[in-house]
C-alpha cells in the first residue's frame, strides 16, 4: 500500500526564516500536488509537478520533485505570518486517486 | 469560471440516519472525486466518477455510496450513520483529457454525527 509521509508533522517558524517541508512517498510516481489547506477551509492548490527535476516557484514557495528519490520538497523563503497554514502533498497513483500526507501544520510568528 | 460547490455546507445528523450530500463541478470538468477529511484519519479517497460511472474506489464500508449525472453534478450517501463519519467531506473535480489532470476541490461539507 503506498504511504506518503510528510515531515516535520508541526512546525513553529520565525518570520523571515527559510525552512523545508519533505515529503516521501513509497511507491513509483511521476505527478505531485501540493497543497494548502486554512483552518475550517477546502484544499487550495499550490504546485503540480509532473516530472522528475520538476520545480516550480510562487511568491516565498517553491517546490521540487524527485522521482528516483521518491521524494518531493516545499520551500519556504523569508517566511512571512502569511503562509501560516497546513501544507498537503498528495501523490497521483492514477485513475484521479489522490494519495495525501498526514499535512505539516505551519505557524509563522513575528 | 465558478469553482466546485458543494451543498450543504453543514449537516448534523443522528446516528442511525442517512445524508446525501452534493456537489456540483467546475463547467466543463467531466471527473468527480470525494475524500473524507477526519482528524485522525487525514484525508482520504472515498471514489470517483466518470461519465456517471465509478472508476475508482477506496476503502470504505459499502454504507458510503456515490452516483453521477449526465450533467456531472455527483451526490454521495451514507447510510446508517455512525459517531466516526463525523467529518469534512471534499469533493474535487477534474477537467480530464489534458496532460495534468489536477483536481480543484470544493469547500466542503462539515458533517457532525450526534
Known amino acids: 500500500e503506498l504511504k506518503v509521509e510528510q515531515n516535520p508533522l508541526f512546525l513553529s517558524m520565525q518570520e523571515g526564516k527559510n525552512y523545508t517541508i519533505y515529503c516521501n512517498y513509497s511507491?513509483?510516481?511521476?505527478?505531485l500536488y501540493w497543497y494548502r489547506q486554512d483552518p475550517g477551509k477546502s484544499l487550495e492548490s499550490l504546485f503540480v509537478?509532473?516530472?522528475?527535476?520538476a520545480v516550480k516557484q510562487e511568491g516565498r514557495l517553491m517546490a521540487s520533485l524527485d522521482t528516483k528519490a521518491r521524494l518531493s520538497t516545499l520551500h519556504i523563503t523569508a517566511a512571512v505570518h502569511d503562509l501560516s497554514a497546513t501544507y498537503f502533498c498528495?501523490?497521483?497513483?492514477?485513475?484521479?486517486?489522490?494519495?495525501f500526507g498526514q499535512g505539516t501544520r505551519l505557524t509563522i510568528n513575528p | 469560471k465558478a469553482g466546485v460547490t458543494q451543498t450543504p455546507r453543514y449537516l448534523i445528523k443522528t446516528r442511525g440516519q442517512q445524508v446525501t450530500l452534493s456537489c456540483s463541478p467546475i463547467?466543463?470538468?467531466?471527473?468527480v472525486s470525494w475524500y473524507q477529511q477526519t482528524p485522525g484519519q487525514g484525508l482520504q479517497f472515498l471514489f470517483e466518477?466518470?461519465?456517471?460511472?465509478?472508476?475508482n474506489k477506496g476503502n470504505f464500508p459499502g454504507r458510503f455510496s456515490g452516483r453521477q449525472f449526465s450533467n456531472s453534478r455527483s451526490e454521495m450517501n451514507v447510510s446508517t450513520l455512525e459517531l466516526g463519519d463525523s467529518a469534512l467531506y471534499l469533493c474535487?473535480?477534474?477537467?480530464?483529457?489534458?496532460?495534468?489532470?489536477?483536481?480543484?476541490f470544493g469547500p466542503g461539507t462539515r458533517l457532525t454525527v450526534l
Open positions: 509537478l509532473l516530472s522528475n527535476g
Open positions: 466518477y466518470f461519465s456517471e460511472t465509478q472508476r
Open positions: 498528495a501523490v497521483d497513483i492514477g485513475a484521479q486517486k489522490l494519495v
Open positions: 463547467s466543463g470538468h467531466r471527473s
Open positions: 474535487a473535480s477534474s477537467h480530464q483529457g489534458g496532460p495534468i489532470n489536477e483536481q480543484f
Open positions: 511507491t513509483t510516481s511521476d505527478r
